[in-house]
């Protein structure tokens, strides 16, 4: 069974995720951790548990999304997945990261590339990705049927979704990826996004106001 940990980073109050399964194994989804004590309450958590950090997973490039990459590759020797759109997104992370008064470390650029339908596994577990655009280009969301959840990025909130008027965003792309790669889940799925509180697929499918 997995564990679903979660944590709130900088000043985007990113979500960032620990997951792990009986094995010890985990991975390390979108880490926010942009200050010495994030960077210590993440690492805390793994070091406590004696978890075992096998990948480190980008659901996009966006600059809140992936300030503590380079702090969780180092520490844990680990390369960054994700999908090969969203180059232009680390390619000017630092540039985006000054408009917003955020200092990157060395930014760490993902080597391990992921298409739709792929899989990732960690220990005795596996997260079906689906290439879920319109937010930014590169998205993903991550689905483990046993559990029923999704980790969605910014791709979905409780009661809203992403917005689509930052670089490579498209309502119409946006729409299309929420009905045909997450509303066709059922309505028992959890969804766990990148900013603000879960929700679940019914939930949205019934009151999210942005969707039709």
Known sequence: MITIKSFVFNSFQVNSFVLSDGTGDCIIIDPGCNDAREKNELSSYI???RLKPVALVNTH???????GNHFVGERYHLEPTGHK????FWETAREFGSVFNLELDEIKRPVHFVEDGDEI???QSTLEVRYTPGHADGS???VNHPQKFVIAGDVLFQASIGRTDLPTGDFDTLMQSIREKLFTLEDDYTVYPG???KTSI???RQHNPFIE
């Open 121 to 123: 596994t960690f220990g």
């Open 195 to 197: 900013h603000g509180p």
């Open 61 to 67: 490039f966006h600059v809140d999304h992936v300030l």
């Open 47 to 49: 070091d406590n548990n």
């Open 85 to 88: 759109a969203g180059k232009m």
């Open 140 to 142: 993903i969301c991550l």
């Open 202 to 204: 019914g939930f949205e």
